[in-house]
């Protein structure tokens, strides 16, 4: 008997279900890879207060523990491959970066939340110079959504599919491979996202489900794209899984008291 490809994550937990490392271990079963995770917060939305986020980060010492007990059980060989969710923290930055370094990972893929659904923009603006500064470097890919393109990028702007493209190149002088995350955000009958890898732009473009966002969809996508490359594949077929998995996720998605809907992986 052999393993399973094992994927490790770490990520906040967000307990609504929507997002988070629940969407990551959820993503990785349904594609048929073991997940492996490490919390880094803990985010509780207030449904007294417009489901806004209450949000705790992890103590770094904790952080540490997580990652000293998962690398000590899955070893180079077998967890090659890791995806990076919501941090939250320069603190909590600072020893993912340290610990990710102990592993030379085959593949390490960064969502890079720099914020959530409903929190301000530019709230935690050394957050994400510490992300971009510490984690950014030992990505091999990069999935930003379109507000994050922008930040990553330094655009002012980014209003098309082409100035989303524009926005993944730039970021692509940083990271081997970027997927930008266009999803509904931008006007058009599809949903585009478009990925860089260096040399060329690929687009993949499915019709909208909808023009109402739907949370969970952003960590879906790089949680799917992930678990294929444990499984070997390369990066442009990762991307086709993600998409189609996200989609039919998002076609038959979970209705909630909250202000989103949210993607069913299981579908
Ligand atoms: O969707 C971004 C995200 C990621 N991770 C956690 C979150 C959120 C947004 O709410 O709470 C833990």
């Known amino acids: ?76 060989e077998n967890m090659k491959t890791a995806k990076v969710g919501m941090l939250g923290t320069p603190a909590t930055i600072e020893i993912v970066a340290e610990k990710l370094a102990e592993r030379s990972w085959e593949n390490l893929v960064l969502d890079p939340v ?11 603006l050394d957050t994400d110079n510490a992300l971009k500064e510490k984690i950014l470097p030992l990505a091999t890919v990069v ?38 995350k266009g999803g509904v955000e931008l006007p058009g009958e599809d949903a585009v996202d478009v990925l860089w890898d260096g040399h060329e732009i690929t687009r993949f473009a499915v019709p909208k489900v909808g023009e109402q966002r739907v949370s969970g969809a952003g960590c879906t996508v790089a949680a799917a794209l992930t678990a294929e490359l444990a499984k070997g594949n390369d990066v442009a077929t990762a991307v086709h899984v993600a998409k189609d998995l996200v989609t ?20």
């Open 1 to 76: 008997m052999s393993n399973p490809p094992i994927a490790f994550v770490i990520a906040g937990s967000e307990a609504t279900g929507g997002a988070g490392i629940q969407v990551d271990l959820k993503t990785f079963q349904q594609l048929g890879v073991y997940g492996v995770g490490a919390l880094s917060c803990i985010v509780a939305f207030d449904p007294n207060n417009g489901w806004g986020h209450r949000f705790h980060p992890v103590d770094p010492e904790l952080i540490a523990e997580q990652f000293e007990a998962a690398l000590a059980t899955h070893s180079v």
């Open 114 to 124: 720099l914020i959530c659904k409903g929190q301000e923009p530019g709230a935690a």
């Open 143 to 180: 999935t930003p959504n379109v507000f994050e393109s922008q930040s990553l990028s330094g655009m002012e702007h980014i209003g098309t599919v082409e100035d989303l493209e524009e926005a993944a190149k730039r970021i692509g002088e940083k990271v081997p491979y970027v997927l930008a």
């Open 248 to 267: 039919r996720g998002i076609e038959h998605r979970v209705t909630a008291n909250t202000p989103f809907d949210t993607v069913w992986q299981g579908a």
